[in-house]
């Protein structure tokens, strides 16, 4: 279930407090509701702050913060334990009304503040239509798609949308959404990290080293980019049964000339020293040669034993 952080609480609950002091008509009541609804909310008290901010709001309907948080409450006493029961039901009902009012409000605000709000409904209000919830990705979709319009630099909005229509089945309408997310922040390495998590989903393994390798071209100084490869190839080198000896081979090569990139850049990487020696390990099962077997397992052990030595020193300094 997702709750805001406390930075948010204190930023969001302020700036309800400053509008309702701004009001004319009914502002010494909704001043003081949304006061206490605020306190009821940092105790994690919902249900009175809930029938607070009803309060603020019937007294001052402009408090458009307000509306964010009183969906908030409704969605954080909604129990998807007790999904098919009508009172429960019911909240999360009232909560999506409540974030729909918010992101109408504030999405579009020429008031950084408000529209960061409006952005944090609009993602609760997707997260109210996922599978644990209302399971509604029709209503999910067009959401996603003006948050995309609202941010279109922001790659975590076409990773939504995309994977609305993978969960769906619409894969092609997925790897566009990759692509363009891609496109949309071409330097940013989720996006290629992203769009290989939905390749090997898909079995496609072509394409996701493809995605991966344009990131190292995009960071080739970064040890993890050129891991991360070499990760994928010995996972698909022991998962995939369909392979040759000879590519599992093939993709073990590569493996190793990835981690070894790795290592160049940055030698003391115990995660890539781990999986070059599952490498060699592997190199050596698919080897006839028995002297040829013992050479890569004694490779292999001395990198565990580096990487134990490394991570013991590690350790050692921490607690030192």
Not at 59 to 84: E, I, M, R, T, V
Not at 100 to 120: F, I, T
Not at 157 to 176: H, M, R, S, T, V
Request: charged residues 30%; contains cysteine.
């Amino acid at each position: 279930m997702r709750t805001l952080s406390s930075a948010s609480i204190t930023v969001i609950a302020a700036l309800t407090l400053a509008a309702a002091g701004c009001s004319k008509v009914g502002e010494i009541k909704a001043q003081r509701a949304v006061k206490e609804a605020n306190q009821a909310y940092a105790q994690q008290d919902y249900q009175k702050a809930g029938e607070l901010y009803e309060q603020a709001l019937a007294a001052k309907p402009d408090l458009n913060y307000a509306y964010f948080y009183l969906g908030n409450c409704y969605d954080l006493q909604f129990k998807p334990s007790h999904k098919g029961e009508a009172a429960n039901d019911a909240l999360l009902q009232k909560a999506v009304t409540n974030y729909q009012a918010a992101a109408e409000r504030l999405s579009s605000s020429a008031n950084p503040d408000e529209k960061k709000v409006g952005k944090l409904a609009m993602e609760y209000l997707v997260a109210a239509y996922g599978p644990d919830k209302l399971n509604d990705p029709a209503k999910a979709e067009p959401i996603v798609q003006k948050m995309i319009q609202l941010e279109p630099g922001e790659p975590t909005n076409y990773f939504q949308l995309a994977k609305i229509y993978e969960d769906a089945g619409l894969y092609d309408e997925a790897e566009k959404v990759y692509l363009m997310a891609k496109d949309a922040k071409p330097n940013d390495p989720t996006v290629y990290t992203s769009l290989a998590a939905y390749y090997n989903r898909q079995g496609e393994f072509d394409k996701l080293v493809d995605a991966l390798r344009a990131r190292t071209e995009k960071e080739p100084n970064n040890p993890e980019a050129f891991h991360t490869m070499a990760s994928y190839y010995w996972d698909e080198a022991t998962r995939d049964a369909r392979l040759t000896e000879k590519q599992k081979l093939d993709y073990v090569q590569k493996g190793l000339e990835a981690d070894d990139k790795a290592l160049q850049i940055k030698p003391d990487y115990v995660d890539a020293m781990v999986y070059k020696g599952l490498l060699l390990r592997l190199q050596a099962n698919l080897e006839k040669d028995p002297g040829k077997q013992q050479q890569l397992l004694k490779q292999a052990t001395e990198l565990h034993d580096k990487a134990e030595d490394i991570k013991k020193r590690s350790a050692t300094g921490a607690s030192d």
